[in-house]
């Protein structure tokens, strides 16, 4: 059972969402917060395994009640996707640092919703088709790409490592990582967290970040 807490400072919304999540097998809704603080404090009493979090809440806004949650070690079971109608830059970028898992809009088709519940909940990171080129684009510029520097932890990856952070930052799943290094999913996984472990990174769409802010991951490239 896939248990969801929903934060979102419109009770319309929330009651929808509520709606669509506790009618889905194998979901259950934990409970509701309308705004930040709430949020954090709903989280550490129930423990739930996915926050949908909106950004713009009174309070405190989602962005700092996912760094909230995301630094709290007795938290680290919980997964954070941000729910909004903001899919600009700044936000993808600040709820990604933050430690949020996944990126999807409020006009996200319902079923669509789901499957990003379930894929975040499996391991991986998830960003919606806007969100990602608003990423990208972020990166592409010249004047952003000529401060970045790359983490002096990634010297400690191997060549192995680097070629699977690659992958990961192009949004490939372990099994896809598997198909196009000829290992089975379960290495790539483990690299993956041997990965994450030695860049500090809260999970896969930090990873991302990193690929892209160290310059390992050139925008546009093959």
């Known amino acids: 059972m896939i248990s969801v807490v929903l934060a979102d400072d419109q009770a319309l919304i929330r009651t929808a969402v509520a709606e669509l999540v506790s009618h889905e097998e194998g979901f259950s809704v934990a409970g509701q917060a309308g705004n930040g603080r709430?949020?954090?404090?709903l989280v550490r009493r129930t423990r739930p395994d996915i926050v949908l979090m909106d950004i713009r809440m009174p309070v405190m806004d989602g962005i700092q009640a996912t760094a909230a949650i995301c630094a709290d070690p007795e938290l680290a079971g919980t997964r954070i996707i941000v729910l909004?109608?903001?899919?600009?830059d700044e936000y993808v970028l600040q709820a990604l640092r933050a430690g949020a898992s996944g990126f999807v809009g409020k006009g996200t088709e319902a079923g669509d919703l789901m499957n990003a519940i379930r894929t975040v909940h499996g391991g991986d990171a998830l960003l919606s088709p806007?969100?990602?080129?608003?990423?990208?684009?972020?990166?592409?510029?010249p004047a952003e790409r000529a401060e970045l520097t790359a983490p002096a932890a990634l010297a400690l990856l191997t060549e192995r490592e680097l070629e699977i952070l690659l992958l990961v930052g192009r949004g490939h799943a372990n099994t896809a990582i598997a198909d196009e290094l000829v290992i089975s999913p379960h290495t790539a996984k483990?690299?993956?967290?041997r990965m994450m472990t030695k860049l500090g990174a809260h999970d896969r769409?930090?990873?991302?970040?990193?690929?892209?802010e160290s310059g390992l991951l050139v925008p546009g490239g093959a």
Do not use: W
């Open 84 to 88: 909004t109608t903001f899919e600009e």
């Open 205 to 212: 769409a930090q990873l991302v970040i990193i690929a892209y």
């Open 38 to 41: 709430e949020a954090v404090e």
């Open 190 to 193: 483990t690299h993956v967290n």
């Open 130 to 141: 806007r969100a990602t080129r608003a990423l990208i684009d972020r990166y592409t510029a």
